[in-house]
């Protein structure tokens, strides 16, 4: 981090050419601009804050390491590592993935991300000092449009900080420019407590800056106000939760369950807990009260429009989503989603999506009715081959772990970016925007709230007209057409009142809503049920082997000289062979593991090493350890925690 913070902003502004990841990431700016006249100017200061948002679009950040790397491993979603060598393998990630990392330098990507969220809060700092001049009830035009962008710049720290913690614990806490000297640039840990608490105070500020999307044009590709007041309520949440301690923190509660004697997994008091609970659904009910963000009616329709970066400006469900550029960044499509081969008829250069697969125990959670159309927006049992030439959809066989999230679906990729795939002959950025939060996150939320401070699902006490039980409505019964609505609300009426049993229901939902999406393992974390859910997975797969088919059968079509699958033949419940099976193809499939034949038994023995490390030396380690180029270079300041070495 050192070096990095070297070549940026040594008291000053050094607006060195950066290449933009999104066409409305304006960049120009000469190559050196002295920082007197930078903060008094819109034009100046949109290009700094510019290359705050640019390096979100990177490799190391949110075109890959940050949206799919780093979320793996929960219940919902893991690594494609199987078997004791792939799972504990140093240099991919695997061995993070699975947590078996056991020393600082298993992973180069780790370092590439801290330098790369480091270097953006740099330039978000630079922004946040030069403003701070300016009077929140200033009337003049530019300076009203200063501090939106100071608004944005706060955003955008609060974001990156809160991503640093949750993926390494307590980090370094810089809130000022770098010094010419470079005197304030090893400070050692912060507590990540005192952290949030100082973003929480950021953000009340920068809500009062910050424009609604759809407002003067104002896109949910910018931190919006509406991301501001989500976020805020975000790390309240966080702020309330569990987390692994590098010690025990006197007046804190420590967890009864999966919690290591040196590293204890603790949260704060019943009394804090409860006015960050407070402080949440203040903010959760200012955007819910907006009306300015609502869910699509349909979850298909949603996906669609991320897939064609096509920005939604109907319903502005996406909070915030980080700005890509076609062909410059986004693995989204690559690294996870539906799996396409070589000179198939999408693109020349096939994709590897193998980082990140789903389980089967996942597809089997979904309303067998099938009528939840979640399940096959988020399971693509299938990939996309050339068999002969013509471009074949192929159901997978007896691969429980390695679904596809079809959330990332090239089938539904924007014609630009085909136009020019289907002639480069290489791996061409899809631009696909990562979505950083969804308006379902915040009715989730909120019904997460609403039923611990009132004790049950279905009081209003405090919140902005809806009970938890109505909030969670709106997020299930949205994934079901109409005429099947009445089948996913006697689902939602039929939750038991109880506090506890509603808490479970809405844990549930968080896994149907947002698998694959880098969700779920941080909320698991700080309810302290990564480790169970985890476990209960595996249980899940081992009774579930009994009730999958052996045999899955499905029938085909040609459309446009391309075969694919009708996806309404296909019999994923059925035990038995249908009538006229001779119509159908099949693949052998999850159930054949059960099967007293099946002596290999390949699938058992491999379900042992996923997520294996989670409490093999450290109960609860899913924190990610420091690289050691990085403590290296902190001059004795930075260290290691959680039992972690270092090279």
């Known amino acids: 981090m050192k070096n990095i913070l070297k070549t940026i902003l040594l008291g000053g502004v050094a607006l060195a050419t950066f290449s933009s990841c999104s066409d409305f990431l304006d960049q120009k700016s000469p190559s050196d601009t002295d920082a007197s006249n930078v903060w008094q100017s819109t034009y100046y200061t949109k290009n700094v804050l510019n290359k705050a948002y640019g390096l979100l679009c990177e490799d190391y950040t949110y075109s890959q390491v940050l949206c799919y790397t780093f979320m793996a491993n929960s219940d919902v979603e893991f690594a494609n590592a199987y078997g004791e060598s792939n799972a504990k393998a140093e240099g991919k990630g695997r061995d993070l993935n699975n947590y078996y990392a056991d020393n600082d330098a298993s992973f180069a990507k780790s370092r590439d991300a801290w330098d790369h969220l480091y270097e953006s809060i740099e330039y978000c700092n630079n922004i946040i000092e030069g403003l701070k001049g300016i009077s929140p009830e200033t009337t003049d035009k530019s300076e009203k449009q200063l501090l939106q962008y100071k608004g944005e710049a706060l955003t955008l720290r609060a974001m990156l900080y809160h991503e640093l913690i949750r993926n390494w614990g307590d980090v370094p806490f810089k809130t000022e420019p770098t010094k010419n000297d470079l005197s304030n640039i090893n400070t050692g840990k912060t507590d990540r407590d005192v952290i949030m608490d100082y973003l929480i105070n950021d953000l009340e500020e920068a809500i009062n800056y910050l424009p609604w999307a759809g407002q003067s044009s104002y896109t949910t590709e910018h931190a919006t106000k509406g991301y501001a007041h989500a976020l805020l309520a975000q790390i309240a949440l966080q702020r309330s939760g569990w987390a692994i301690r590098e010690a025990a923190k006197e007046g804190y509660v420590t967890a009864t369950e999966n919690s290591d004697p040196t590293y204890p997994t603790q949260r704060c008091s019943d009394e804090d807990r409860v006015k960050y609970y407070n402080l949440a659904l203040t903010h959760l009910n200012a955007v819910i009260s907006s009306g300015k963000h609502q869910l699509n009616p349909s979850f298909e329709d949603e996906w669609t429009l991320i897939n064609r970066q096509t920005l939604d400006t109907q319903y502005q ?247 694919k699958i009708d996806m309404k033949s296909v019999r994923w419940y059925d035990t038995e062979a249908p009538e006229n099976a001779a119509d159908y193809k099949y693949v052998t499939f999850w159930g054949d593991e059960a099967k007293e034949s099946n002596t290999k038994k390949t699938n058992v023995a491999n379900l042992e090493f996923i997520s294996g490390g989670l409490n093999e030396k450290v109960k609860n380690r899913y924190l990610l350890p420091i690289y050691s180029s990085t403590i290296n270079e902190s001059e004795g300041s930075l260290q290691n925690s959680y039992g972690f070495l270092h090279k």
């Open 317 to 563: 469900e996406n909070l915030f989503e980080v700005p890509m550029g076609l062909g410059n960044s986004s693995e989204l499509g690559y690294g996870i989603g539906v799996r396409f081969a070589d000179n198939c008829a999408y693109a020349l250069k096939g994709n590897s999506s193998a980082n990140v697969q789903l389980p089967s125990t996942l597809f089997w959670k979904y309303d067998h009715s099938g009528k939840d159309t979640r399940r096959d927006v988020t399971c693509a049992n299938f990939e996309i081959k050339v068999d002969n030439g013509v471009t074949t959809e192929t159901m997978l066989g007896n691969k429980p772990f390695n679904i596809y999230c079809g959330k990332w679906d090239v089938r539904k990729f924007s014609d630009d970016w085909s136009a020019i795939a289907k002639i480069k002959n290489a791996k061409f950025g899809t631009g696909i925007n990562y979505v950083k939060l969804r308006y379902s996150q915040v009715l989730l939320w909120y019904a997460e709230v609403m039923n611990e401070l009132n004790g049950n699902p279905d009081v209003a006490t405090g919140g902005c007209g809806l009970t938890a039980r109505q909030a969670l409505a709106l997020v299930h019964e949205r994934a079901y057409a109409d005429a099947d609505k009445a089948e996913a609300k006697a689902y939602i009426d039929g939750i038991s009142s109880d506090k506890d049993a509603f808490f479970n229901a809405i844990v549930d939902e968080n896994a149907l809503e947002f698998a694959g999406e880098g969700v779920r393992k941080y909320e698991l974390e700080r309810w302290n049920l990564l480790s169970a859910k985890i476990d209960q997975m595996k249980n899940d797969y081992m009774t579930q082997i009994y009730e999958y088919p052996t045999k899955l059968y499905y029938k085909t079509y040609t459309e446009n000289g391309l075969v």
